[in-house]
Every structure is written in C-alpha cells, then in structure tokens.
C-alpha cells in the first residue's frame, strides 16, 4: 500500500507539474483539472515528499491558481518535513507561498 500511495503522491505531483509548464493561461479544462488534482491531493498530502510539496506548490504558482486548501496541506506537510527538504525544495516552496 505504501508504494501504491508513493506513486499516486509522484503522480499527482507531476500532473499538476505538467499542466504548469505547458499552460500560460489554465482554460476551463485546465482549470478544472487543477481543483481535482487540488482536492485529490490535499487529501493524500501526507504521502507526499518535499520534492512532490514543491513542485505542487510551484505549479500552483505558476498558473495561479488558487487553492487555499491545498496550500494549507502543502504548508503544513511542509512544516512537518522541513529537515528533509534540499535547498531547491526549499526556494521552490518559499516562491510558490510568496508568489
């Protein structure tokens, strides 16, 4: 079960990931993608690793998209794990809170 909720989190993370670097403007499908994506991962956010929290919380960012619930998820994952985060994790999620 663990390996199962490992790829779930590196999938969920990548899919948000990918619609960022492709999207400038999220349009509808996009957009409603993103709030599934949101919603899925803010209920798994535990599963997630600091590489998985910051490149959430940057495609997030990046679109602008905003999910406050997700956010709380990441900030609280994050604070939880933030002797595991490298230093690009770190400036990746300090952006995306910032931005």
Known sequence: MAKQGKMRSRGLANVAYAVARTTKKPDQRSV???GVLA???A??????NPQELANTAWAYATVGHASPALFEAVSRASMASIGQFNPQDLANTAWAFAT
């Open 32 to 34: 409603k993608l993103l």
């Open 39 to 41: 919603h899925t991962s």
């Open 43 to 48: 209920g798994s956010i535990g599963q997630f």
